[in-house]
């Protein structure tokens, strides 16, 4: 075998061990990603039940709840995007202090059989001038949100559509 041949090889057994090491990394880590979506987004694409995603957007006014489940605090809310989607959640657990109606939320967790979303945690605002950038991104891109012209709108002045979720 010549010189120039034994290179050819070697160059191709690098590359070979080079695609597989890479193939494996990104198989390994494919079922650690975890996809970021919008009420919209939900309730067009239908994930399946027990596939983790974070799910963001707004606490819908007059829809957060609070429960006891086994003795455990928990709520039932929902989740908006301000253009009349809404997503119903539950979590078992302690909320975060600045929870409440009207504010910015990402909620880890997956959508059940019967189409609500249980979440396995849940990150609220916490200061004055934040929100996710997840849904400061969306509220742009919805043309809900131009940062040129000020502050991101409160959800209570975009958000009409909390009736259809406490009402079914």
Not at 86 to 110: C, H, K, N, T
Not at 131 to 141: D, F, I, R, S
Request: proline share 7%; hydrophobic share 45%.
């Amino acid at each position: 075998m010549t010189r120039k041949r034994r290179r050819l090889w070697v160059v191709a057994a690098c590359a070979i061990g080079f695609g597989s090491a890479t193939a494996l990394t990104l198989s390994a880590f494919s079922s650690d990603i975890v996809f970021f979506m919008l009420p919209g987004d939900v309730l067009s694409k239908h994930p399946d039940p027990g596939h983790a995603f974070r799910l963001g957007g707004m606490v819908a006014q007059g829809t957060l709840r609070e429960t006891m489940v086994d003795g455990e605090p928990g709520a039932r809310f929902g989740v908006t995007d301000g253009h009349g989607h809404i997503v119903s959640a539950e979590y078992i657990g302690v909320l975060p202090d600045l929870f409440r109606e009207g504010q910015g939320v990402v909620a880890m967790g997956a959508m059940t059989p019967e189409g609500a979303f249980r979440a396995t945690e849940v990150l609220a605002k916490h200061s004055a001038d934040y929100m996710p950038p997840e849904v400061e991104a969306a509220l742009k891109k919805n043309g809900m949100w131009n940062p040129a012209t000020g502050n991101a709108p409160p959800a209570a002045a975009w958000n009409g559509t909390a009736a259809k979720l406490a009402g079914g």
